[in-house]
């Protein structure tokens, strides 16, 4: 079985910055497209970043496009996210699948999911 399990979600201001985690374990290979994803209320889940370990090939949703990054070490694939806004608030979700490649791939896309972390932003 495999396991995501994210981190460091917290509630921040406007214009600040925030580092989220995600440990990978199991049967989870670099050939696996690593995204995340968020949802607020009354909204759909969206993709923000994508990556695929294997050849560091990325996509990032124009939202967050020079703002947030995504990167991937050892078995953790992280997400920083600087300059946030309050549209930036959801659950943020760690989401891996075995699509070989990650350019705007759909939630179902992805087999295996985290539980989620908060992230809210804020005056």
């Known amino acids: 079985k495999a396991q995501l399990v994210e981190s460091g979600g917290a509630s921040v201001q406007p214009g600040e910055y925030l580092t989220l985690s995600c440990a990978i374990s199991?049967?989870?290979?670099?050939?696996?497209?690593v995204g995340w994803f968020r949802q607020a209320p009354g909204k759909s889940r969206e993709g923000v970043p994508q990556?695929?370990?294997?050849?560091?090939a990325t996509w990032y949703n124009y939202a967050v496009q020079g703002r947030f990054t995504i990167s991937q070490r050892t078995n953790f694939v992280y997400l920083r996210m600087t300059d946030v806004r309050p549209e930036d608030t959801g659950m943020y979700y760690c989401a891996a699948g075995g699509s070989y490649y990650c350019s705007n791939r759909r939630p179902s896309d992805f087999e295996y999911w985290g539980q989620g972390t908060q992230v809210t932003v804020s005056s």
């Open positions: 990556i695929l370990p294997a050849t560091a």
């Open positions: 199991g049967d989870i290979s670099r050939r696996h497209c």
